[in-house]
């Protein structure tokens, strides 16, 4: 089942390099990691992993387009970045709440059996 928006890479939002760099096939998390409704944050990656509706993944870059620092917390169908209150929507990575100016990138996974891949 392949999931989550196209694309990856430089999102061209960070300041320190973007979006995220992971190679294709790495493992990012168990499905069981990333609860229904919330998400899980993978800092090193950068990276937000989201699970809106029960068995449907979403990735999105973690690096706030609003000054380009991480995002915080993932609850409730929201992405949240605590640093200046943006709030994104866990499914699609559009703003809900500014400051943020647009939407976190989209990046590429898949899910095989119980384990959520970067493509």
């Known amino acids: 089942m392949a999931l989550a928006g196209c694309g990856g890479g430089d999102d ?4 320190d390099g973007g979006g995220p760099a992971v190679d ?4 990012l998390a168990s499905t069981a990691d990333v609860p229904v409704g919330g998400g899980l944050i993978l800092s090193d ?5 989201t699970q809106p509706t029960e068995g449907e993944f979403r990735a999105f870059t973690a690096v ?5 620092l991480l995002v915080t917390s993932v609850a409730d169908g929201q992405i949240h970045c605590a640093n200046h209150g943006s709030v994104y929507d866990a499914d699609s990575g559009e703003p809900v709440q500014g400051p943020a100016p647009a939407a976190l990138a989209p990046v590429e ?4 059996d119980d384990r959520i891949l970067a493509v």
């Open 24 to 27: 294709a096939g790495t493992e």
């Open 109 to 112: 996974v898949t899910v095989e």
């Open 45 to 49: 990656e950068k990276i937000v992993l």
């Open 12 to 15: 061209g939002n960070g300041g």
């Open 64 to 68: 706030c387009t609003h000054q380009s």
